[in-house]
């Protein structure tokens, strides 16, 4: 080991000594800013997985639409399901309607699903908390978890649905009875809009109820492992945009979402950021006092053969050991906190009686977290090159001092 390297190491863990206090607030500086960043990642991370995760499930990796009604779904799925890339398809309608229980209305968003396609491009059943995918049919309905609480009901009640054409037939004086649908499942996704306002019907109840005949207002669609999402999109427009039909991938779909959480997550991230600034500026003065306080050793090094630059590294790879060794305990504490996550955030909602208000304004019920090796490889590169910057200012006022002048310091 070079004699500066095993200085340095000293100089931070003195013999007979645990730590020193100097390299105890350093690390601890720059172990809360990596710990810091990990977790505002971890967070903001989590975040853009679930809503992505939530936004495929739900919609599938492409969602096509046409300018007007798709009057022939039948033939359109077997344009579509020609094109390469696509492994299947799945029409859907929807729109608003009015339901009621027991005299408790509400307007949720109603969709029409093909029972027979869906769960090929939807994983609908491992969001069914209670009932049977499978007992949906023309006769039944399945309401989101927050819905069925609203209006009362569980699986089993028989709920009224109106359509908003009841309101065209009246000005023509005709009356339009409401559907009878028994309630066989209820829904929860994790999103709390979702769950608090999502009726799942047949696509042939559904265009009962909005009169649409054999028509369909889109299909979504689930590609071959390995397909590439924005091709099989372009392959699409090409072949069947004559026909006045659109295909969006999930991400053009919500690219304003998704951009706006970008964005929120670099912001985060930029101030965050700012704690291992203002720890790397600790680090360089406790280097430069620590130069000051050895200016006499410093002026022995150098008389002993040191060369400059080798009394130099001395300070540098204090801060580089102080970068690594706070990045360690840093990552250790974010990784736990990322895991810990939503215990953390919902102990904290209850104890201050805001839970409900939380999740209210988050949508979701629990706080997901992710990140990524890279994302942590790169904090703990952005701490140790900043740590290794405050020892190299440190290193050049050490370099800089004169061997004489140094021995001569009091």
């Known amino acids: 080991m070079p004699w500066y390297l095993y200085l340095a190491f000293r100089q ?10 100097f390299a105890l607030v350093s690390v601890a500086g720059v ?31 492409i969602q096509v639409r046409a300018y007007s009604l798709i009057r022939d779904p039948a033939r359109l799925q077997k344009q579509l399901l020609d094109i390469q890339g696509v492994a299947s398809a799945t029409p859907f309608a929807h729109g608003i309607a009015m339901i009621e229980y027991e005299n408790r209305p509400s307007f949720p968003g109603i969709q029409g699903i093909d029972v027979n396609s869906v769960e090929q491009v939807i994983p609908l059943r491992k969001y069914i908390i209670f009932g049977d995918l499978d007992k949906l049919d023309d006769d039944t309905v399945i309401l989101s978890s927050g819905l069925a ?10 709920i009224q649905v109106y359509s908003p054409l009841l309101l065209e037939r009246l000005k023509t004086d005709e009356v339009m009875l409401p559907t009878e649908l028994e309630v066989i499942g209820i829904l929860e996704i994790g ?22 005949g054999r028509s369909a207002h889109g299909f979504n669609l689930k590609l071959s492992p390995g397909a590439d999402v924005i091709r099989t999109s372009i392959a699409i427009n ?63 090094l150098g008389a002993l053969g040191g060369r400059a630059w080798e009394v130099a ?10 970068g690594l060794t706070g990045s360690l305990v840093g990552v250790g504490a974010g990784l736990l906190t990322v895991e810990n996550i939503s215990g953390i955030f919902k102990f904290i909602g209850t104890v201050s009686g ?12 629990e706080v997901p977290a992710s990140i990524t090796a890279q994302e942590i490889a790169g904090i703990v590169a952005f701490a140790v090159l900043l740590s290794t910057l405050a020892g190299l200012i440190a290193a050049w006022r050490a370099a800089k001092l004169q061997i004489v002048e140094a021995l001569r310091s009091e």
């Open 149 to 158: 609480r609203e209006i009362g009901v569980g699986v089993g009640g028989k």
């Open 191 to 212: 999103h709390q809009q979702l769950d608090g306002s999502v009726a799942i019907v047949s696509l042939r109840r559904m265009q009962d109820l909005y009169a649409l």
């Open 313 to 322: 590294a001395v300070f540098c790879m204090q801060g580089l050991l102080i």
């Open 12 to 21: 931070l863990f003195p013999a007979g000594k645990r730590v020193s206090f």
């Open 354 to 365: 805001r839970w409900e208000e939380m999740v209210a304004i988050y949508q979701f019920s």
């Open 31 to 61: 172990a809360v800013g990596v710990w810091m960043l990990i977790a505002i990642n971890g967070v903001m991370g989590g975040f853009g997985s679930k809503y992505s995760s939530m936004i495929v499930d739900t919609q599938g990796d």
């Open 238 to 300: 090409r072949d069947l945009g004559a026909q006045g039909i659109v295909a969006k991938t999930w991400m053009e779909a919500n690219e304003a979402f998704l951009f706006a959480l970008r964005m929120e997550k670099v912001l985060v991230t930029l101030i965050g950021s700012f704690i291992l600034v203002c720890a790397t500026f600790l680090v360089t003065s406790l280097l430069i006092v620590s130069v000051a306080r050895r200016t006499r050793e410093i002026g022995v």
